[in-house]
């Protein structure tokens, strides 16, 4: 019943930015840490950030300062605003709990090109 379903990737040129949305069924994210992952082609799926269930976000170092991850908990929602996108950010982006669990979402592609 646990769905995940990620939105907001798309086409961005380096600078740009991008808003990703992850709508959230089966599960309460109020009490549940939540993250975001990232994976690219020959890589296992990388922790990008995550927030506690009382809010606290922690950041992978790559990523730190330019992207933050937010939840509305009314909306059983979890985001993350991504700023200053490099080609390196390119990767399909998922959201999951955290610890993640095996009830990934289709993800959501973003793509940082000039």
């Known amino acids: 019943q646990v769905q995940l379903v990620e939105s907001g990737g798309g086409l961005v040129q380096p600078g740009g930015s991008l808003r990703l949305s992850c709508a959230a069924s089966?599960?309460?994210?109020?009490?549940?840490?939540m993250a975001w992952y990232r994976q690219t082609p020959g890589k296992q799926r990388e922790l990008v950030a995550r927030?506690?269930?009382?809010?606290?976000?922690v950041y992978a170092d790559s990523v730190k300062g330019r992207f933050t991850i937010s939840r509305d908990n009314a909306k059983n929602t979890v985001y993350l605003q991504m700023n200053s996108l490099k080609p390196e950010d390119t990767a399909v982006y998922y959201c999951n709990r955290f610890p993640s669990d095996n009830y990934w979402g289709q993800g959501t592609q973003v793509t940082v090109s000039s």
């Open positions: 927030i506690s269930s009382g809010g606290t976000p």
């Open positions: 089966g599960i309460i994210i109020r009490i549940n840490a």
